[in-house]
């Protein structure tokens, strides 16, 4: 298994500002991924976090938007960029050991 | 037609009874088929794993796969208000060396005394 944590876990922010998430694995994990969760909806997929290369997006997520660093084995950021109220979301990391997934406990943004 | 199909409740159920809880899918490739818990305002916890076909069984909850009629379930027996959250299947198959599930959107299981 691996414990997952991220920082800020929740943030309120104005629109068209910034905000970078962080990703901490408590072991090397080999992939990293970003979700996307809406209140009473599931998980999307919006980026595999490369180690030592770009991130590959899912439909939808443009790196301009999202951009992703993934500079070791146990760390990735996730940047929300030029932020409007439809980004407001649950922002969640997760981390793959073998066939499975661990996920932090997620960053709760609100955009106003 | 999703690929993952979960009924999103709300179920209510009083405190001691069996819970079912259910998933379908379509493509015959996924392998692997996850549960997990989600409470509110937290992130989701793996509770449940299996490979293939079978039925796997921890404490209270026991997972079950069909994979010829493509359908999953877990059942809560004795089920406790502490139960009360949001569960989702997910279930992977081999891509590239990976294995990025896909997630039903959730069930919300609430637990009374």
């Known amino acids: 298994s691996a414990v997952i944590s991220q920082k800020p876990s929740r943030d309120i922010c104005q629109r068209g500002t910034s905000l970078t998430i962080q990703c901490q694995v408590d072991?090397?994990?080999?992939?990293m991924f970003w979700y996307r969760q809406q209140p009473g909806q599931s998980l999307t997929l919006i980026a595999t976090?490369?180690?030592?290369?770009?991130?590959?997006?899912e439909s939808g997520f443009v790196i301009d938007k999202f951009p992703i660093s993934r500079p070791n084995l146990t760390f990735s950021t996730l940047t929300v960029s030029n932020m409007s109220p439809e980004d407001s979301s649950i922002y969640l990391c997760?981390?793959?050991?073998?066939?499975?997934?661990?996920f932090g406990p997620g960053t709760r943004l609100t955009v106003l | 037609q999703k690929e993952v199909e979960q009924d999103p409740g709300p179920l209510s159920v009083p405190e001691g009874a069996i819970v079912s809880l259910n998933c379908t899918y379509s493509?015959?490739?996924?392998?692997?088929f996850m549960w997990y818990r989600q409470y509110s305002r937290k992130g989701p916890e793996l509770l449940m794993y299996?490979?293939?076909?079978g039925n796997k069984e921890d404490g209270r909850f026991t997972a079950q796969v069909d994979k010829s009629s493509k359908y999953i379930s877990l059942f809560i027996r004795d089920s406790q208000p502490s139960d009360s959250a949001t569960y989702l299947c997910?279930?992977?198959?081999?891509?590239?060396?990976?294995?990025?599930?896909?997630f039903g959107r959730g069930t919300s299981l609430i637990v009374h005394p």
């Open positions: 997910a279930m992977s198959a081999q891509t590239g060396g990976s294995y990025i599930p896909t």
């Open positions: 997760s981390a793959g050991t073998g066939d499975t997934q661990y």
């Open positions: 072991s090397q994990v080999t992939m």
């Open positions: 493509n015959s490739a996924f392998q692997y």
């Open positions: 976090a490369n180690q030592g290369s770009e991130a590959t997006y």
């Open positions: 299996t490979y293939s076909s």
